[in-house]
């Protein structure tokens, strides 16, 4: 059993800056590929970054260069750096992670950001 729990989500205005947190209730060293997802109303929820088996990182295109995505083993957190926020970044972000071939998610924080 793996819990998570998020903070950061809020309100800001294009071109702003959140940190999103996601703490862990297992070490980080014994979950696979930590990662964060998000979801529009009436969208699919889509893959925003993540952590590869090998110990990279992969970002959805529309977020390059913009999200960081890091790891504190010593603190079991998963963090999301947003930089450059646009007003189609808003969505519900979900803390996710794998253990033991199963999947687990956050309770969700919601992001908006407006014009």
């Given at each position: ?10 309100l ?7 940190r ?5 209730s ?5 979950i ?30 529309s ?14 957190t998963?963090?999301?750096?947003m ?28 992001v908006?950001?407006?014009?």
């Amino acid at each position: 059993q793996v819990e998570l729990a998020e903070s950061g989500g809020g309100l800001v205005q294009f071109g702003g800056s959140l940190r999103l947190s996601c703490a862990s209730s297992r070490s980080m060293l014994s979950i696979n590929v930590p990662g964060w997802y998000r979801q529009a109303p009436g969208k699919e929820r889509e893959l925003v970054a993540r952590f590869t088996r090998s110990g990279s990182t992969s970002y959805v295109d529309s977020v390059k260069g913009r999200f960081t995505i890091s790891r504190d083993s010593s603190k079991n957190t998963v963090s999301l750096q947003m930089n450059s926020l646009k007003p189609e970044d808003t969505a519900v972000y979900y803390c996710h992670v794998v253990y033991g071939d199963r999947d687990y998610w956050g309770q969700g924080t919601q992001v908006t950001v407006s014009s």
